[in-house]
């Protein structure tokens, strides 16, 4: 018994490390590609759901919703055109958590 506890406690302190110590990475003012993920960065999702590209790799954004910035389905909507953004915020357990998303103009 006393080992099944001391087994318990072991397992459960390396997973509250583990969470504890996940990689960060703030981005400030970075200009990015932003659009949804799955049509146009073709990430694995259930739904259409915004998403970032950060020096070449993609992330999920949490604190911002797909349709903050109009309609995603429409002609120039995040699900038929990849945009440019100025973001900031960071980048936590694969997951872009926004603190601003500013939609910079197309150039054409």
Not at 13 to 23: D, K, S, W
Request: charged letters at 30%; one cysteine or more.
């Amino acid at each position: 018994m006393k080992n099944l506890f001391f087994a318990l406690f072991i397992t459960v302190f390396a997973v509250n490390t583990n969470a504890q110590t996940a990689p960060k990475k703030e981005i400030i003012k970075q200009t990015v590609e932003i659009a949804c993920g799955e049509c146009q960065f073709k990430m694995k999702g259930k739904d259409c759901d915004l998403a970032v590209r950060i020096d070449g790799k993609p992330y999920f954004v949490d604190g911002k919703n797909i349709d903050d910035f109009g309609d995603a389905h429409g002609e120039h909507g995040f699900c038929n055109a990849i945009n440019k953004a100025e973001v900031t915020g960071e980048i936590v357990n694969n997951r872009f958590k926004a603190k601003e998303i500013k939609l910079l103009p197309n150039k054409k």
